[in-house]
């Protein structure tokens, strides 16, 4: 079975700041698939970075990049430069190769202060 | 824009009632997965087909039911509502069935009740 946590419920964040979401997992695959995405009150699932287990380099897409440490189990997301449209509940998630079903975690609200 | 369309975006409905959501996965994609997300709960993995055959089974009531048809769209029936099966509904979809992001769809708010 697969575990994602989340640590942080809320955060806040000065616009144009960085910010670090934490999420650490558990799963007993070798090879995964580890993805971040942001909920904003819209509602809406909006799909930001993927980090594969084998990939030797941290994804980064434009102001967002993962920190994957491997052996710590970590996949924390950065955002650089963070905007008023960031302020959004964010979920990081894994799916284990092989595997259909997608294991969230709880979730952090993420709130950008101006 | 993810690509994955979701009819209705809201739905209100009384107990008892039978609705069905419907989905479009994004072009080229074989994949969709039906997730809801409630607040109790969080985001739970329901059913996922790839190209017309059920896949795997998350925790998926036997109230509920889904299929994906010819075309690749997908239907998500829930019968006998109850007032805890108001949700969000999310549909997602994937290019193959394993490894890739799952692009999701804005969902249904099913409201009951």
């Known amino acids: 079975a697969q575990k994602i946590t989340q640590t942080q419920p809320g955060m806040f964040v000065q616009e144009k700041e960085a910010v670090t979401l934490d999420c650490t997992y558990d799963?007993?695959?070798?090879?995964?698939?580890l993805f971040w995405y942001k909920q904003p009150s819209s509602g809406e699932m909006i799909f930001l970075i993927y980090q594969g287990s084998y990939d030797e380099q941290n994804a980064t897409e434009g102001r967002y990049s993962l920190n994957f440490q491997k052996a710590r189990k970590s996949a924390n997301l950065v955002i650089s430069a963070s905007q008023l449209g960031d302020s959004a509940m964010y979920f990081c998630?894994?799916?284990?190769?092989?595997?259909?079903?997608?294991?969230f975690g709880t979730g952090t609200k993420l709130q950008v202060i101006p | 824009d993810s690509g994955v369309t979701q009819t209705p975006k809201h739905l209100i409905t009384a107990t008892g009632q039978r609705v069905t959501l419907r989905c479009s996965p994004r072009?080229?994609?074989?994949?969709v997965y039906w997730y809801q997300q409630s607040l109790d709960q969080g985001l739970q993995f329901l059913i996922q087909y790839y190209n017309g055959e059920e896949r795997a089974k998350g925790n998926i009531l036997e109230r509920f039911s889904a299929q994906q048809f010819p075309d690749l769209h997908s239907e998500l029936n829930l019968s006998s509502l109850e007032l805890g099966d108001s949700a969000l509904y999310f549909c997602a979809s994937s290019v193959t069935d394993r490894g890739q992001p799952q692009h999701f769809g804005d969902g249904t708010r099913l409201s009951i009740l």
């Open positions: 072009s080229g994609d074989l994949s």
């Open positions: 799963t007993s695959d070798q090879s995964y698939g």
């Open positions: 998630a894994i799916l284990p190769r092989g595997y259909q079903k997608v294991t």
